[in-house]
């Protein structure tokens, strides 16, 4: 490769939605920018991530909807699941998702090939060319976490890339993991007819929430028969009579579990597989995410780094936040901190769904933070009881002294959009008595809010003078 080195005032490696989002911004105030991807083009959330599998998810919903059409006075006779309409439905829509984002790529200078750093300043691009910057960000994404289970490799296993690619429903799977795509798609094959077990290391599914979501939601998996077996530490796994064994340690005994299919949802890890980060000065932690500071730059002041490559959070607003943060730093020196406060607020798409925003009631008492909380469940509000949408609750958390929204939580219907209402509280750093004087419309799932804020309220000894609906809800049974 004896190319002279093209110039660029920032060079972007990787064009998933980090990537884009951080070059969109740099070419907004005015940088010459080149964007790097070794293709296929489109990024992980369009083509193998959220959604695929939120279009999968949209047909087991519809399903269970129709399921339980009954309770409502509804009986639908000859339901069919056509797994092939499915599986073309959802490649059609991922086909014109990723043309759309593909165009917008082609926006920019483009060079296609595997980046990989000669220098702090240069990076080949395959074999085709060199690049020179004095800035470069990198967006290089997220890989599934290679089997670490003995035997697995042998035996065969579906990852979320494959799983997503399903043209059939086993008759029967063994899920490893219970976190959110373990979740997710998990219970997507249980509704469309595989017989499901779920291995969980921890006590719960969705081990980071609190424990009265991830408890509530292992009973609800287990309501519906998906067999979840906590406590579980994998062991093995081996092929036998035709079938995939899984062996596991539970309560000191081995056990085991069988199934036609198995799939490893134990995660994704950063991917810098390749890049070549130490001739460029950039250090990595133990797990291989890249280590930034709070303004995203690396070890080498002149490198930035977002996205799933930097392992924190792995969603997909976080990466677009990330990608302008370091863009907006990286162009115009702007010295802006990333702030997660509220930003890693994050939701799952199981039903039902889960959505949270702020501290956890976990995160409040490790950190010692003195604050009140209030819950409600769907069970008690009327608007939840005519849908009969009724698993599930609210919490609200607010500071002691302030009563400031620390953090709210979600599990039940409509999860994913409710959580915007107090999102929008805490950007405006809202306190408990502010927000019950925002007006809810009635009958609507969003007023199940005033409950958890109206009993945190009640606990401050606050009420909003000459209000008697607040008069009226701090009596309301907690
Ligand atoms: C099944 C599943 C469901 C998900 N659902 C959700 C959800 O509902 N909500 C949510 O917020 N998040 C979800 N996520 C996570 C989300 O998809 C990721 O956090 C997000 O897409 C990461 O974006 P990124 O830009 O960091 O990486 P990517 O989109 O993976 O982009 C990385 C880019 O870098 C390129 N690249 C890699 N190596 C090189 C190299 N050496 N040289 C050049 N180019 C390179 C790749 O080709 C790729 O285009 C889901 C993930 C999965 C797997």
């Keep these: 490769m004896h190319r002279a080195p093209r110039r660029h005032d ?9 990537g884009y989002a951080a ?7 005015g940088c010459d920018v080149a964007l790097v991807d070794k293709g296929p083009l489109g990024g992980l959330c369009i083509l193998r991530g959220c959604m695929p599998s939120k279009t999968l998810l949209a047909s087991s919903d519809a399903l269970q909807d129709a399921r339980e059409a009954r309770a409502l006075g509804i009986g639908i006779e000859n339901m069919t699941a056509d797994m092939p309409f499915i599986a073309a439905r959802k490649r059609e829509l991922v086909r014109e998702f990723a043309e759309y984002r593909i165009e917008g790529i082609h926006d920019f200078r483009l060079y296609l090939g595997a980046a990989r750093f000669l220098s702090p300043t240069q990076l080949a691009v395959g074999d085709a060319a060199v690049l020179e910057a004095e800035t470069f960000i990198i967006a290089t994404g997220s890989v599934v976490h290679a089997g ?3 035997g697995l490799a042998d035996v065969g296993y579906v990852d979320s890339d494959a799983v997503l690619e399903l043209e059939a429903i086993p008759k ?6 219970g976190g959110y795509t373990a979740c997710e798609l998990g219970q997507f094959l249980a509704r469309m007819g595989a017989r499901t077990t779920l291995l969980i290391r921890s006590g719960h599914c969705l081990t980071e929430t609190d424990d009265d979501v991830g408890k509530a939601l292992t009973e609800y998996f287990r309501e519906e028969r998906i067999d979840v077996i906590t406590h579980a530490t994998l062991v093995g ?8 064994v899984v062996r596991y340690l539970h309560g000191g005994e081995e056990c085991e579990v069988a199934a036609e299919e198995i799939f490893y949802a134990l995660g994704r890890v950063p991917n810098t597989q390749g890049l070549d980060l130490e001739k460029a000065g950039v250090v990595c932690e133990a797990g291989g995410a890249i280590t930034v500071d709070g303004h995203l730059r690396t070890s080498n002041p002149g490198i930035y780094a977002v996205g799933d490559v930097t392992a924190e959070y792995m969603l997909v607003h976080v990466a677009i936040y990330q990608g302008e943060v370091a863009a907006r730093n990286a162009c115009l020196d702007a010295g802006e901190d990333a702030d997660y406060r509220i930003v890693a607020a994050h939701t799952v798409f199981t039903d ?4 949270a925003v702020g501290a956890t009631e976990k995160e409040l008492r490790r950190k010692r933070v003195a604050y009140v909380s209030g819950r409600y469940d769907f069970a008690e509000h009327g608007k939840a009881q005519c849908l009969g949408k009724t698993k599930g609750f609210v919490k609200m958390m607010a500071a002691r002294e302030s009563g400031q929204i620390l953090g709210a939580a979600v599990l039940g219907p409509q999860a994913s959009e409710l959580i915007h209402e107090v999102i929008v509280a805490m950007r405006f750093d809202a306190t408990v008595d502010q927000f019950m004087r925002i007006p809810h419309l009635h009958p609507t799932l969003a007023e199940i809010w005033t409950y958890p804020a109206e009993a945190c309220a009640a606990q401050l000894g606050r009420k909003i003078p000459g209000d008697e609906q607040v008069e009226m809800a701090t009596s309301v049974p907690l």
Aim: charged share 25%; hydrophobic share 45%.
């Design 10 to 18: 920032v060079v972007v490696v990787g064009a998933g939605s980090a």
């Design 23 to 29: 070059a969109r911004t740099a070419r907004d105030v």
């Design 148 to 150: 670490i289970v003995p």
């Design 172 to 177: 029967s799977v063994v899920v490893l993991g």
């Design 237 to 244: 796994a081996e092929r036998r009579k035709g079938e995939k």
């Design 352 to 355: 039902p769904q889960y959505a």
